[in-house]
């Protein structure tokens, strides 16, 4: 299974609040925490082809280009799945792994999982829940991130094998 | 092992950092905290760690020099047990559901009620309030009384123990009838306290709390095994993407603030601080750069890495991890859930806590003064301000080299095994081209 995960600048490695402004861009690896995504990813012989960031300013300040470009982008990759998060409790980058994910149900084939906290997230869950899958995981600091993670990577091969989601719903996501 | 650990250590950890007692002791002593960083700085000036300092001053405006700051450190640090009551009351009665403020003075009314109120000077009795009652050393008193106060006005409340006033009695007013009834029980539940207490040897609740409770534990707490059990806890907790020090905090941290405190009032009089294990102690000499001292990290990061990743993730997070802001690292690097970086994570703050704990046990660096720092504060300069003397920039100049000595075969695993990555990568192009799109 072929994976592209997506994170903000923190999530990523490339800096803290103050490089919300830092441009999209990727690299085919796993990038910051992607790298405990893809850990669990190994043992299920999948790997993460690529790692999209974007700080979550510019991506305010260019949603569009953004959108279109992420999606257009795991696409040509012939990505099996794509991963919007885990975003923790950051509220700028539950927004964008919402929006994300939205465009991608809409504009493309390639299913998408997000995962975020619910502490100062609930409105974003509150949109996006009904037609996406939004995993729960904990806050930053919060207990239970390991099993998060797990369940994520469990979410993705049933994305990717197009199994009906509705038990994994019920049973991880919002 | 990992997994039968967060099995056990998951929901206890759970359960504290969700402890609605514990949370209103850690609410109560953010709402006071603020208020002795700007009376430290008070404090810090006119007492400042430079030979001559005071006496220049005093020259220079007259003899009345240190009072005026004194007239400012002690509105706080003389106080600090009746403001502990206020302050935890408020935050308890928020969590428990209560109008905070009239949580707050219910618990300030019945502190007093606790405190000595008169004075025997001579042979003759005065009004007054001495401010030992109501200081550091009434701290634990203040906690208690907060929780109790709070929990009997709920008890009124909850049963509806109120008076109802007819419709058409403007809010304010009613409100101030259903007060009545729970106020009520709440002053005469430490009215009888008090005249239980006053027919023991005891004499006062003050005294009870103090001698059974408070040195006790204080005692215990600020030991060296117990500090190194505090920073060991807040440092494996990360490892699993838990914020260890939310959760030592609630059970340490009433006891670091009542130490922090004594060391204030000393400092303050101008006499020997007495004690090495201070919340200045575990924020200035335990961790440089956030939490498992991960500014040594970047600064090995920072010069000897080759994987380009790691190094522009150094680049980025050395300046925030001189003012102790960790997080760029903590998810960036990542720290949690990796195995390699746990070792150097847990081990700097332990060994930290050791070589402080001795070097000032033994008299080689002077403790802290109580006084407290804003966080940011970067360290070297922290350590001179903490303990007013050039050996505590000493101390933390030893202990970051140190942690750069621990932290560098960890780092250098963690490179190469990134390197290979991008090695393998780099045959096919890291970069991914978006113009292609």
């Known amino acids: 299974m072929k994976v592209i995960i997506i994170l903000d600048q923190?999530?990523?490695?490339?800096?803290?609040?103050?490089?919300?402004?830092?441009?999209?861009?990727?690299?085919?690896?796993?990038?910051?925490?992607?790298?405990?995504?893809?850990?669990?990813?190994?043992?299920?012989?999948?790997?993460?082809?690529?790692?999209?960031?974007?700080?979550?300013?510019?991506?305010?300040?260019?949603?569009?280009?953004?959108?279109?470009?992420?999606?257009?982008?795991a696409e040509k990759m012939q990505a099996d799945v794509v991963i919007a998060g885990p975003t923790f409790d950051y509220p700028e980058f539950a927004q964008m792994s919402g929006e994300i994910a939205e465009y991608f149900r809409m504009n493309s084939d390639i299913p998408i999982v997000s995962a975020m906290a619910?502490?100062?997230?609930?409105?974003?869950?509150?949109?996006?829940?009904?037609?996406?899958?939004i995993l729960k995981m904990p806050k930053k600091g919060g207990a239970g991130l390991a099993d998060s993670l797990e369940n994520l990577?469990?979410?993705?091969?049933?994305?990717?094998?197009?199994?009906?989601?509705t038990k994994f719903k019920a049973d991880f996501c919002y | 092992m990992q997994k039968k650990f967060e099995k056990i250590m998951m929901p206890l950890a759970a359960k504290l950092g969700n402890n609605v007692v514990l949370k209103s002791l850690r609410d109560g002593f953010l709402i006071i905290t603020p208020l002795i960083i700007v009376t430290s700085i008070f404090l810090l000036i006119g007492n400042f760690p430079i030979p001559g300092w005071s006496e220049f001053w005093i020259k220079l405006c007259g003899p009345k020099f240190p009072e005026w700051f004194s007239a400012v450190s002690n509105s706080v640090f003389s106080f600090t047990g009746m403001l502990s009551a206020i302050a935890i009351a408020y935050a308890y009665g928020k969590n428990?559901?209560?109008?905070?403020i009239q949580a707050g003075m219910v618990s300030l009314i019945s502190f007093l009620i606790l405190t000595p109120t008169s004075?025997?000077?001579?042979?003759?009795?005065?009004?007054?309030?001495?401010?030992?009652?109501?200081?550091?050393?009434?701290?634990?008193?203040?906690?208690?009384?907060?929780?109790?106060?709070?929990?009997?006005?709920?008890?009124a409340v909850k049963r509806h123990w109120t008076i109802k006033m007819p419709d058409g009695v403007p809010p304010a007013v009613s409100q101030s009838f259903d007060a009545l009834i729970p106020s009520g029980l709440v002053v005469l539940f430490f009215f009888i306290v008090r005249i239980v207490f006053s027919l023991t040897s005891f004499q006062t609740a003050y005294n009870f709390i103090y001698t059974m409770l408070q040195a006790p534990l204080k005692n215990v707490g600020i030991s060296l095994p117990?500090?190194?059990?505090?920073?060991?806890?807040?440092?494996?907790?990360?490892?699993?993407?838990?914020?260890?020090?939310?959760?030592?905090?609630?059970?340490?941290?009433?006891?670091?603030?009542?130490?922090?405190?004594?060391?204030?009032?000393?400092?303050?009089?101008?006499?020997?601080?007495p004690h090495t294990y201070t919340q200045p102690f575990i924020d200035i000499f335990t961790t440089y750069g956030g939490g498992g001292s991960t500014l040594a990290l970047l600064i090995v990061v920072f010069t000897i890495c080759k994987s380009k990743r790691i190094k522009e993730l150094g680049k980025l997070a050395i300046?925030?991890?001189?003012?102790?802001?960790?997080?760029?690292?903590?998810?960036?690097?990542?720290?949690?859930?990796?195995?390699?970086?746990?070792?150097?994570?847990?081990?700097?703050?332990?060994?930290?806590?050791?070589?402080?704990?001795?070097?000032?046990?033994?008299?080689?660096?002077?403790?802290?003064?109580?006084?407290?720092?804003?966080?940011?504060?970067?360290?070297?300069?922290?350590?001179?301000?903490?303990?007013?003397?050039?050996?505590?920039?000493?101390?933390?100049?030893?202990?970051?080299?140190?942690?750069?000595?621990?932290?560098?075969?960890?780092?250098?695993?963690?490179?190469?095994?990134?390197?290979?990555?991008?090695?393998?990568?780099?045959?096919?192009?890291?970069?991914?081209?978006?113009?292609?799109?």
Request: net charge negative; with cysteine.
């Open chain 1, 10 to 73: 923190i999530q990523a490695g490339l800096g803290g609040k103050e490089r919300a402004d830092t441009p999209y861009g990727g690299k085919k690896i796993a990038m910051g925490i992607a790298e405990n995504v893809e850990k669990l990813l190994i043992k299920n012989d999948s790997e993460i082809i690529g790692t999209f960031y974007c700080g979550t300013q510019y991506y305010q300040d260019h949603r569009t280009e953004v959108l279109n470009k992420f999606t257009k982008m």
């Open chain 1, 118 to 133: 619910q502490e100062k997230n609930q409105d974003v869950i509150d949109r996006y829940k009904d037609d996406n899958l």
């Open chain 1, 153 to 165: 990577v469990v979410g993705c091969e049933l994305l990717a094998g197009h199994a009906d989601m």
């Open chain 2, 96 to 100: 428990r559901g209560m109008n905070p």
């Open chain 2, 119 to 155: 004075i025997t000077v001579g042979k003759e009795k005065i009004s007054a309030v001495m401010t030992q009652f109501v200081g550091p050393n009434g701290i634990f008193l203040g906690i208690i009384i907060a929780l109790l106060s709070v929990e009997i006005y709920r008890f």
């Open chain 2, 226 to 273: 117990s500090v190194l059990l505090y920073n060991f806890l807040a440092s494996f907790f990360w490892f699993f993407g838990i914020n260890g020090p939310s959760i030592t905090n609630a059970v340490w941290q009433p006891i670091f603030f009542v130490a922090t405190q004594d060391n204030l009032k000393a400092f303050q009089s101008h006499v020997a601080v």
């Open chain 2, 319 to 437: 300046l925030p991890g001189i003012f102790g802001i960790n997080e760029p690292v903590i998810f960036g690097l990542p720290v949690v859930l990796n195995p390699i970086i746990v070792v150097p994570f847990i081990l700097c703050p332990v060994l930290n806590t050791l070589l402080s704990g001795l070097a000032m046990d033994l008299g080689l660096v002077a403790k802290t003064t109580g006084v407290l720092l804003p966080w940011t504060t970067p360290p070297i300069i922290s350590g001179w301000l903490a303990t007013g003397s050039w050996t505590g920039s000493a101390l933390q100049l030893v202990e970051l080299v140190l942690n750069i000595l621990i932290y560098y075969p960890f780092v250098k695993m963690l490179d190469k095994q990134y390197l290979k990555d991008e090695q393998v990568a780099d045959e096919n192009d890291l970069d991914i081209d978006f113009s292609q799109v």
